[in-house]
């Protein structure tokens, strides 16, 4: 009996949550709309864009080749590579 009892208060809480988070999204929602703005983009929002306000995200860090050997030498040194693996690594890089 008191399992079901437990398993009973835990659903009414959960779904009292439900609710109340429910109706302050409605009325933020409403809010925005009054004052012009547009609201936040609903959950599952895709990510194609970010919403009006954020900054962009930054540019993707660019690999140059220097860049590139300095890895390639580091993980040969740590012995992740043995000679042979970097030599082919580093032909590839190089273009060879």
């Known amino acids: ?14 779904g009292t949550a439900t609710a109340v988070s429910n109706r302050v999204t409605r009325r933020q929602a409403v809010r925005a709309q009054a004052h012009g703005s547009a609201p936040y983009p609903p959950r599952g929002y895709g990510g194609q864009y970010p919403p ?3 900054p962009p995200p ?17 993980l040969h040194d740590r012995g992740v590579l043995d000679d ?12 060879i």
């Open 52 to 54: 009006p306000g954020y």
């Open 1 to 14: 009996m008191g399992l079901l009892r437990g398993i009973a208060r835990t659903a009414v809480v959960a």
């Open 84 to 95: 042979q693996e970097f030599a082919a690594a580093k032909a590839k890089l190089l273009g």
């Open 58 to 74: 930054p540019p993707p860090a660019q690999n140059d080749l220097s860049t590139q050997l300095a890895e390639l030498t580091e």
